[in-house]
Each structure stands twice: as structure tokens, then as C-alpha cells.
């Protein structure tokens, strides 16, 4: 079991058809690679199934302060990991949903999961949202379905649900290339984030009677939310004890969203990009049941 730390009609048929696109135009060259460049992933020696290992980590990530916004904030939150000695540990990135593993094996992955989205209020830009309502922070949970076709790629699909901050449905899709060097891991690919019509008003909609107590925006009613980019990572453990990730992304807000007047500058930017750093603290504990 694993807990990974760390939001118009959703098409999807599209969502499950694209990491399937994605995986297969890479599974030839992670083939050739795999056979010069062996996974190199550390292990622990202790073996017993009553001992459990535990990975705490703490991130520290600068992004935008909320949807669409063009000024960004520094946040901090923790992870954990829990998985029995002996077994590796699984690849996460660092923009996964909060997850835990109902079934797990070498190429298949589901489970629950979720994310939180940051809220947009007043206090943010007191000078461009006058006349706006809040956008409560918001809840996503949902489901993951993760498949690797080869060892050197990985694909997963979320589908959530807004149940506070926004009743929207929402979904992310994405692959990842990973590639390991001795005590390094690089992984880099691409993201397609999708949400409906109630999604996208919440956090690029404009009422009438906010544009008129704003009075430079104009009524927007946006039908759906798409926005696409990538996300690359590079892992240095240390040892058995100590990891650490640094990574960057990026995403353009598209569409119908992509044309609010709160993405145009100066209220906001279509142009969203992460930084992070992650530290990894692991150690061993035997179970008690």
C-alpha cells in the first residue's frame, strides 16, 4: 500500500485512449534502453513481511496561487509512503493525486485518490478581483488508474469529483519516461488536464453582476476547462535513508477557459509553471497486528 503526497462534458473516451497514445510511441526506445541502462533502484535488506518501510517526505513547491493566476506562492506540505521491506518503491510524480493502492502489481495500478486546488480570494489581488466572489479552496476525490506497458513508462488516468469548493467533474491523463543513472531517476512527459462546464465557471467564470462591480471585466461563461503541458523530475538517493527530487512544470491553459478575461493579463495568465523540491526520510518499523 502506498500513499503518494501531493485542481463542458469530460471526453472520456479521450481520457483513456490518450495515455495508451502515449505509451505506445515510446515503448521501442525504452525497450532498446532498458537492455544498456539496468534499473537501479536501492533496496532494503531486511526482508521480514512483518517489517514495514516508511517514507516521510516534505515538499516545498512554488506555484500559481490559484487557477489561472500569474502570480505565484511558495507552499509546503507533507507525504508518507508505506510499503513492506524488501519491495521497491513505487514511481510517483511529484503532481500525483494523494493515492492509496487497492491493487498493485508490476503493471497495473487503481485505487482512490485526490487533490485540493488552491481557492482564489479578494485578499490575493486586491486591486484585480474587486467585485468577485471567492472560489473556496476545493476537494477532488476520486479514482487512479496507473499501466505500465514497459518498466521505463508509466501512464495514469484520474477522474475526480468536486464535493467543496466546486461540484465539477474533473480528470488528468499523463505518461512518464523514467530513466535511471546509478543513484539518479529522470522522468519527464506530457499532461492533459480537463474539467466541465460547472468546474470551469467557478474559476473563469464572470457573473454580470461581478462585471459591473468591477467594472473593467466583461460577463464570461466558460462551458469547459482543458490545459496542457509537462513535468520533468530528477531523483538523487543518497542512501537507504535519504532522497531527494527537484522538478519543474509547465501548463497553458486552452479553450474556452483559456479565453476568460481572468486569464488575460493583468488579471491572470494562461501561462502556469511549478517548482519543487521534495526530501525523502526513510526507516524501518515492524507491524503490530
Not at 489581488?125 to 496507473?146: N, Q, T, W
Not at 531517476?185 to 468591477?214: C, H, T, W
Not at 527537484?246 to 479553450?255: E, P, S, W
Amino acid at each position: 500500500m502506498s500513499h503518494a503526497v501531493r485542481p463542458s462534458h469530460t471526453p472520456h473516451a479521450a481520457l483513456v485512449a490518450l495515455p495508451l497514445a502515449f505509451a505506445s510511441c515510446g515503448c521501442a526506445m525504452a525497450s532498446d534502453l532498458g537492455a544498456i541502462m539496468p534499473r537501479a533502484v536501492p533496496t532494503f535488506t531486511q526482508v521480514d513481511p512483518d517489517t514495514w518501510i516508511v517514507t516521510l517526505s516534505a515538499n516545498l513547491q512554488l506555484a500559481p496561487r490559484y487557477p489561472g493566476s500569474r502570480d505565484d506562492t511558495l507552499i509546503g506540505y507533507p507525504a508518507v509512503d508505506i510499503r513492506r521491506a524488501g519491495e521497491p518503491r513505487r514511481f510517483a510524480a511529484p503532481d500525483d493525486g494523494f493515492s492509496v493502492s487497492l491493487y498493485d502489481d508490476a503493471a497495473f495500478r487503481i485505487g482512490p485518490t485526490a487533490r485540493f486546488v488552491p481557492g482564489r480570494y479578494f485578499g490575493d489581488d486586491r486591486r484585480h478581483l474587486v467585485g468577485l466572489r471567492d472560489a473556496r479552496f476545493a476537494v477532488e476525490p476520486g479514482l487512479f488508474v496507473e499501466f505500465y506497458p514497459v518498466p521505463a513508462i508509466r501512464t495514469r488516468l484520474e477522474v475526480r469529483q468536486g464535493v467543496y469548493g466546486h461540484h465539477g467533474t474533473v480528470g488528468s491523463v499523463g505518461a512518464d519516461y523514467i530513466v535511471p543513472v546509478a543513484r539518479f531517476q529522470v522522468s519527464i512527459g506530457p499532461r492533459l488536464n480537463v474539467g466541465d462546464g460547472r468546474f470551469a465557471r467557478k474559476y473563469f467564470g464572470v457573473m454580470a453582476d461581478e462585471a459591473a462591480a468591477n467594472g473593467r471585466l466583461t460577463a464570461y461563461d466558460p462551458g469547459s476547462f482543458v490545459s496542457a503541458g509537462m513535468l520533468g523530475a530528477v531523483t538523487y538517493t543518497q542512501d537507504e535513508t535519504w532522497a531527494y527530487t527537484g522538478y519543474a512544470g509547465y501548463a497553458r491553459i486552452l479553450g474556452a477557459s483559456g479565453d476568460s478575461p481572468l486569464v488575460r493579463r493583468p488579471f491572470g495568465s494562461p501561462d502556469q509553471f511549478q517548482f519543487g523540491l521534495k526530501v525523502d526520510y526513510s526507516f524501518t518499523t515492524r507491524s503490530w497486528f
